[in-house]
């Protein structure tokens, strides 16, 4: 396995540490013919000695070999695949890997505003447990036995019937169960994208989208985004040049901006799409958190070229994760046996559960009282942003986002680094755009905002770095 070398400052160890990037990142696999030495030293901007000094060093090392008259090849066996070196390197205390293991990692002191889900305290617990106590006393296929391969039939009759309420026509048998929202997404990838292929996500956009994808070794390119959706015209440029295969994106309650998608905007986008021959996937897990039902993509296509996904984790429980897949009946059955290949079939149990939460009344008072609760939680935190000059970029009517803009040229990420030693875990703005254009934006959950603590570190993490 070859020695990474990225902690050697020289500028021999930073040529070699971009080749073994790129063979960490699969760009580059044994046997592979390495750039001539002239055409590396162009591309790095270094002498034409320090590239021969560094594949020298790779050689001794056994990470490459040459072959004389021919150029230099990769020698070493592919390492473990590691999804972080694939895509642009960040820096790894604030990319989307180290957000997802501080907030998921957090001890019971932590405050977590840069997390996506609502606190413990503020989910059905009780009814969970009542619905629990139930199942242990039912048949004994929810406790035992595989489900069926597009998952339970009463659960997709359900979200057959909720997604009508949506406007979106798809009867049960145009719905798959799926372990979570993030496998949904991953089974649609697994369906239409190849390596290589282009995907285009909103500039800011989830993201987990970004580290998704980049398991599927495909090209991410950012949509710029607006307070009414993505930017028609770059959107429509993007298409011409760079003739994407996918887009992925959430219609309703944005994350991470709270944005609603407006109708007009909703037509132009499925015009364009159709035209290129675009498939569009729209995540909508944030959907129970609305207020007043927003337009939705596949609503107005009638799911002919969108694709859409949701989840229960966000409003019930994420320990009993749960998500579906609605899509045009000729792709039901390609996608059901990717589903099989990959978990063979889904959790019973859990899509027990959650049938059984759906059915009570319980679940609609929860969702009612969380929207409210919501309401406040905005209002207060974008009040408490702004006494100390943290500022929205968006109003949201509802959800748990708010995209706000940092003073000045201040670095989101140094201050996720500086609030950290309080304990304190934030989602800086890079994260969530593929461009790299969000540095001084923070996202902030204002379901996990109530702590004065976390509004007095970021006075003190803003002044600090001011200084």
Sequence with gaps: MPVMHQDDTSRVGHVMATIERRIAARNLTPGARLPSIRALAETLGVSKSTVVTAYDRLAAEGTIRSRPGSGFFVAAPLAPLAVAEIGPRLDREVDPFWISRQALDAGPDALVPGCGWLPDSWMPEAD???????????????????????????????????????????????????????QAI????????????????????????????RSHRVNIVGVPFTPTGPDVQAFARLLETEKPRLYITNSGLHNPTGVTLAPTVAHRI??????????????????????????????????????????????????????????????????????????????????ALVLDLLRSTAYRRHVETVRTRLAEAMEQTAERLAQIGIEPWFRPSAGMFLWCRLPGDTDAGALA???????????PGNTFSPSQSARNYLRFNVAQCSAPRIFNALENGLNQLAR
């Excluded at 629990?132 to 039939?153: H, I, V």
């Excluded at 019937?161 to 993030?182: C, F, H, K, M, Y």
């Excluded at 994208?193 to 970004?210: A, I, K, M, W």
């Design 186 to 213: 991953d089974l649609v990838c697994r369906f239409l994208v190849e390596p290589g292929d282009t995907v285009l996500l909103d500039d800011p956009s989830y993201f987990n989208f970004q580290t998704l994808l």
């Design 270 to 351: 499925l015009k364009l799409a159709e035209r290129a021959g675009l498939t569009i996937l729209e995540d909508d897990v944030y959907a129970d958190l609305e207020t007043t039902p927003g337009p939705r993509l596949a609503a107005f296509d009638g799911l002919d070229t969108v694709i859409h996904v949701g989840s229960f984790s966000k409003t019930l429980t994420a320990a009993a994760r749960c998500g579906f897949i609605a899509a045009r009946p000729d792709w039901i059955e390609p996608l059901v046996d990717l589903r099989i290949a990959t978990t063979y079939a889904g959790g019973h149990l859990s899509s």
């Design 417 to 427: 680094r500086h609030v950290l030693a309080d304990n304190i875990v934030l989602a």
């Design 128 to 182: 969970i447990r009542k619905s629990l106590r139930s199942l242990a006393r039912a048949d004994r296929a929810s406790l035992l036995e595989y489900g069926s391969s597009r998952g339970l039939p009463a659960l997709r009759q359900i979200v057959a019937r909720r997604l009508g309420e949506r406007g979106i026509d798809a009867g049960p048998d145009q719905v798959i169960l799926a372990e979570s929202g993030t």
